[in-house]
């Protein structure tokens, strides 16, 4: 009887495989601008068709998907000929929480501008992209308005999933309205209220965002800016991916104007990332060198939300999980 003898991997082969993970992400980056998942339906397509619907070079273009096909994107069935998996799927426009946006956004040229200037955070604390751009994030968007449109469709592709676990995640039907503080196009607070019908609501951002949004007749848009006011009006406040963007002084304003909006018995909900303790792996340990690089915000634990949120005049209550990388921090009034 042979016996199988273990072959130990070497440390450098694991690290490789680690940087590797660039390459990965550069090579998703490029099937998704070139568009390749939208190409698929169920049937495979061959190399000669993709090429001709993209305007590629077919033999490079088989070397990108024959990369991807070895992480389980796309998959050879023929010579020269692919499928897109289940997992390839998650990178076509129209798919419901649609992820191309996201490789388009994180892998861009405004990311890029952060990330390349790390040092200059992790020496000084400062914004990397700020002193790389000249400017702040929000007002590089403003400027460079084909990149921020992405990094916005790439927070409502995502949203769109993230709301659907938040409305399975918490009883919404002790409310009378709900206030989405910061919620961009409505799709969190129009998920909410599809699930629960008797509520009224108040959906919050800045004026050139709500000059462009359609949302339902229940659904009150008020332009404004969350460092200066907060509409009263509901019971309950809701804030997705907000708190994370900014360092404990801005979200601290933030915060006060909730509490000074919210009546005595309303309710704050935080539906951000919770930060697990030591060495578990959590891809929000990777976001939150994004919000260090990018914008100055960061990801924190539970704990140090419970401190911050006491220190604006809230005690958290629970932190409720949700299917999602997101978990919803529940909070009253002290």
């Not at 993970?21 to 339906?41: C, E, K, M, T």
């Not at 001709?52 to 070895?70: F, K």
């Not at 892998?107 to 702040?136: I, Q």
């Not at 607070?189 to 229940?218: C, W, Y």
Request: one cysteine or more; a negative charge.
């Amino acid at each position: 009887m042979m016996t199988m003898e273990r072959v130990e991997v070497a440390p450098q082969e694991t690290m490789l495989s680690l940087i590797g993970g660039f390459w990965v992400a550069r090579s998703i980056y490029l099937a998704a601008q070139l568009g390749v998942a939208d190409l698929f339906d169920d049937q495979p397509k061959t190399i000669a068709q993709l090429a001709a619907e993209t305007n590629t070079d077919p033999r490079s273009l088989y070397r990108l998907l024959r990369a991807l096909g070895s992480v389980g994107i796309f998959t050879e069935v023929l010579d020269e000929a692919f499928a897109l998996t289940p997992l390839g799927a998650t990178l076509k426009s129209d798919s419901p929480g649609s992820m191309r946006y996201a490789a388009l956004a994180q892998m861009g040229d405004d990311h890029s501008l952060g990330w390349n200037n790390g040092l200059h955070s992790l020496k000084t604390g400062e914004v990397a992209f700020d002193a790389a751009a000249g400017m702040p994030l929000w007002a590089y968007y403003a400027q460079h308005p084909e990149l921020g449109q992405v990094f916005s469709q790439s927070m409502t592709s995502m949203g769109s999933a993230i709301a659907q676990a938040v409305a399975a995640s918490y009883d919404f039907s002790g409310f009378n309205a709900i206030v989405d503080v910061g919620g961009a196009q409505g799709s969190l607070i129009s998920t909410i209220m599809r699930a629960n019908p008797h509520l009224n609501g108040i959906l919050f951002d800045l004026p050139e965002i709500i000059a462009n949004i359609h949302v339902e007749q229940k659904i009150q848009p008020v332009a404004g800016n969350f460092f200066e006011s907060v509409p009263t009006g509901g019971d309950a406040y809701l804030m997705r991916w907000i708190i994370h963007d900014w360092n404990d002084e801005k979200s601290s304003i933030i915060l006060k104007n909730c509490h000074q909006a919210m009546p005595d018995d309303g309710k704050l909900l935080l539906i951000e990332s919770i930060l697990p303790p030591g060495n578990e792996p959590s891809p929000a340990k990777f976001i939150d060198m994004i919000m260090l690089l990018m914008t100055g915000g960061r990801e924190r634990t539970e704990e140090e939300y419970r401190l911050l949120l006491r220190s604006n005049g809230f005690e958290l209550t629970r932190v409720i999980p949700t299917p999602s990388l997101l978990s919803i921090i529940e909070a009253v009034k002290l």
